[in-house]
Nanobody, 121 residues
Framework: VQLQASGGGLVQPGGSLGLSCAAS????????MGWYRQAPGKQRELVAT???????NYADSVKGRFAISGDNAKNTVYLQMNSLRPEDTAVYYC????????????????WGKGTQVTVSS
């Protein structure tokens, strides 16, 4: 299983950016997908997650500015980031939570390699 993220880059404060992440490989089910971020010198933190049933969860710092969505058929998660601030600058990591490759198989979490988001004028 691989998670491939795309869409990072440089944007000015107040601007918008979209991220996408697709999980590929042998996949039977995924409980949830989401985004985490890690700024220099800080711990990795939750940004947003969405369950296969469509329930979204956001960090307080991004509520009202970011929107997460998912496409179960494509095993893909999207993150629309609006009103970006310099403090949103970080490497953003895609996560697939409790992924099963087979109906009778074990569950495992997977991480993408990360994509850089820089908010600066």
């Amino acid at each position: 299983v691989q998670l491939q993220a795309s869409g990072g880059g440089l944007v000015q404060p107040g601007g918008s950016l979209g991220l996408s992440c697709a999980a590929s490989g042998t996949i039977y089910s995924i409980n949830a997908m989401g985004w985490y971020r890690q700024a220099p010198g800080k711990q990795r933190e939750l940004v947003a997650t969405i369950t296969s049933g469509g329930i979204a969860n956001y960090a307080d710092s991004v509520k009202g500015r970011f929107a997460i969505s998912g496409d179960n058929a494509k095993n893909t998660v999207y993150l629309q980031m609006n009103s970006l601030r310099p403090e949103d600058t970080a490497v953003y990591y895609c996560n697939a939570d409790q992924l099963k490759q087979l109906p009778w198989g074990s569950i495992k979490d997977y991480w993408g390699k990360g994509t850089q988001v820089t908010v600066s004028s």
